[in-house]
């Protein structure tokens, strides 16, 4: 375990307010010149300048974002300037791949801006959940940054702030490039002397103030490329004067993971020559596009999870299958895909693609920690408590500007059932997805759709099946029948879930968090999932706590379910209520346990029929509790939960 630094404690003291107030909004926001009135929704985040809020038009009752800036901010002439500039270029734009801006107003205390919501964040939350993605998402998501690029440089506007940040998802992982505060426009040949801000992936032109114009976008889209694939920026360093000196000597190295192509393309886009840089045209149309597969959408889950690309014919050790008790012998293997799902037809091209794709999905998978950021996220919390932490009100808290919805978990647990006196335990993920973890220590999950079934082995094998090719092996029956069983348990018992949506195109890439390990205590059940995400369900008062390691954030949904996210460091800078403060101190024990459980199943497997340690100790918890799926389904307060149907 890492060492932690030696802080000597002090006594907490109740805050002065740290973060700027956020601005004063009005719940109901009245744009005069149109007759519209937009409700005020939920916060969703701050920039620099602005605060963002969901906003429903009242009439139509359509959803946009809402960027407010209150006009203190813009008492300077060079802020309202700015401010003016940025909306002139953008609010003419009209492109898939750009945020669509709607309209411009103001009100007696702020100027507002409607936007297209973008609800799935931006490609900036992706990398810290991720790291490096897989060439085709790699491939997916910069071909519509280029497709973006394109369509401005056409119209001869150079964005000039291209980043992470700034290339927001919607609901359907559609990229839109957004911010246009250092957009310009370019007249003939002339090259840009002055730039006010600081780009993030500055190119050496402009460092070396040679003057610039649109070769400074394709730069930047060299470093969201690597970025992408590598997971991190190419000329990072410890120091900005050390970065700068790395990007005017174009001293970086391209991984030998990288295939041909993209490493070709990389290097085109990040020569030190502008002149001599491929241009939007050249990018779009390049090699490195058509060169492997490129998914026409990506599910909700890659956000957070490596998806699946390939398939393999494999069949599944028997020992490994069968639900406790149920003798494979005589049946025949399983013919699941191991590793990877089958593309349908029309999205590869050639079996060398999909075992490549295939190939880098299952080295991405192998990378990530064996005890699925368990260690991290208690180094994270031991830090943060080991520092003086201040007092905070918890009404002052749960303003917006202590929040970062941002870091808000993709997936948590909002239903489950502990059926581990016989089989295992059941949960609902939040997209209404369902999953068991077995006494045995496998784990099988059905999407939401209810058609994509995925099991996992003991030994971390992953098999996947469509429920509907009838492809689903004998000897999954059981443990497919308790499945089922457990989804409709949930659906019926608990708070009502809606029946399973549409399957889109897509889906069958998704690969989703499984649970890992749990356990109940007096006080609550702790349950810790794959990608990383421990939540932490109290019984006494429903109070709610989820912490991901990858954001290093923490999100408490309080008695009135109200979703409060934090970054660890902004509960160590702005402070944190005592109620939630002896919470992350419990957390800190729990995460402990969950450690040596996990590594208690892990190094010592249960043999079959053979409850694991965590389960084991899951029971002695509950003990006296009787299976709630049991004669009918009477079920007793404790051992199950429907938990989060938050308001937002
Ligand atoms: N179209 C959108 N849909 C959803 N959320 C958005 C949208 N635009 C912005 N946001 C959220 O609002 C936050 C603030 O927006 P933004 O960063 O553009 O503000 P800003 O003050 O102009 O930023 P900067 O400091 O980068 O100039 C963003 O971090 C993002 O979380």
Redesign the pocket.
């Known amino acids: 375990m890492n060492r932690l630094p030696n802080i000597a404690k002090q006594p907490a003291k109740p805050s002065q307010r740290k973060e700027k107030a956020p601005p004063e909004v009005p719940a109901l926001i009245t744009d005069k010149e149109r007759g519209a009135y937009y409700e005020k929704g939920r916060f969703?985040?701050?920039?620099?300048?602005?605060?963002?809020y969901?906003l429903t038009n009242r009439a139509t009752r359509e959803v946009?974002?809402g960027?407010v800036?209150p006009k203190t901010m813009l008492v300077k002439q060079y802020q309202r300037d700015k401010m003016t500039q940025?909306v002139q270029i953008h609010r003419e734009l009209s492109h898939k791949n750009i945020?669509k801006l709607f309209h411009f107003f103001e009100d007696s205390l702020n100027v507002y801006i409607t936007?297209?919501?973008?609800?799935r964040?931006?490609l900036m939350e992706l990398h810290k959940r991720r790291k490096a993605v897989t060439e085709p998402e790699a491939r997916y998501f910069t071909h519509q940054v280029v497709e973006g690029v394109l369509y401005l440089h056409d119209l001869k506007i150079i964005h000039r702030?291209m980043k992470l940040?700034?290339l927001?998802l919607?609901d359907d992982l559609v990229v839109?490039i957004?911010?246009f505060?250092l957009a310009t426009t370019v007249d003939g040949d002339e090259r840009k002397k002055t730039l006010c801000?600081t780009p993030n992936y500055i190119a050496p032109e402009v460092l070396n103030k040679m003057g610039h114009s649109f070769e400074v976008d394709i730069w930047a889209v060299g470093c969201i490329l690597y970025i992408l694939l590598f997971g991190q920026p190419p000329f990072e360093s410890k120091s900005l004067e050390e970065t700068y000196s790395r990007i005017r000597h174009n001293n970086y190295t391209i991984p030998s993971v990288a295939s041909q192509p993209a490493a070709a393309l990389i290097r085109k886009m990040l020569d030190p020559e502008p002149t001599r840089r491929p241009t939007a045209k050249q990018v779009h149309r390049d090699i490195f596009f058509k060169s492997g597969f490129m998914p026409t959408r990506l599910p909700v889950s890659c956000l957070t999870m490596v998806p699946k690309f390939a398939g393999h014919e494999t069949s599944m050790m028997e020992e490994n299958v069968a639900p406790n008790g149920v003798d494979t012998r005589g049946q025949r293997p399983l013919n699941g895909r191991a590793g990877l799902a089958p593309l349908p037809h029309h999205m590869i091209s050639n079996n060398v693609e999909r075992e490549r794709a295939q190939q880098q999905a299952a080295e991405a998978t192998f990378r990530e920690p064996e005890d699925a950021y368990l260690s991290q996220l208690f180094h994270q919390v031991a830090v943060l408590l080991e520092q003086r932490i201040p007092g905070l009100e918890e009404e002052e808290a749960a303003l917006d500007g202590y929040q970062s919805?941002?870091c808000l978990p993709i997936f948590w647990i909002s239903k489950w059932v502990d059926y581990s006196d016989k089989y295992g335990i059941g949960y609902q993920l939040c997209d209404n997805s369902v999953g068991v973890l077995f006494n045995d220590n496998s784990r099988i999950m059905l999407d939401t759709a209810g058609g994509e079934l995925t099991y996992i082995e003991k030994s971390n094998k992953e098999h996947y099946f469509s429920m509907h090719n009838g492809d689903i092996p004998q000897t999954l029956n059981k443990k497919v029948t308790l499945l089922k069983y457990f989804r409709s348990y949930m659906n019926d018992h608990l708070v009502k879930a809606g029946e399973g949506s549409e399957q889109r195109v897509g889906d069958e890439l998704a690969r989703l968090p499984t649970l890992r390990v749990w356990f109940r205590t007096k006080s609550a059940i702790v349950l810790h999932l794959s990608n990383g995400t421990v939540q932490i369900n109290f019984f006494n008062d429903h109070v709610k706590m989820m912490m991901c390691p990858l954001m290093q954030a923490v999100t408490f949904i309080d008695q009135n379910k109200r979703m409060l996210t934090y970054k660890f460091s902004n509960l160590q800078r702005n402070g944190c209520p005592e109620k939630f403060l002896h919470r992350l101190k419990y957390a800190k024990t729990m995460i402990e346990r969950l450690m040596s459980d996990a590594s208690a199943v892990s190094h010592n497997p249960p043999r079959q029929g053979e409850a694991p340690r965590s389960m084991a100790s899951a029971r002695s918890a509950s003990a006296g509790s009787r299976g709630p799926l049991h004669s009918g389904g009477q079920l007793p307060q404790s051992a199950s939960g429907s938990n989060i149907h938050p308001r937002r």
């Open positions: 969703l985040g701050k920039g620099g300048f602005a605060h963002c969901e946009v974002a960027k800036v940025e945020v936007l297209e919501l973008c609800a964040r931006s702030d940040g700034n927001f919607n839109k957004g911010d505060g801000g919805p941002e």
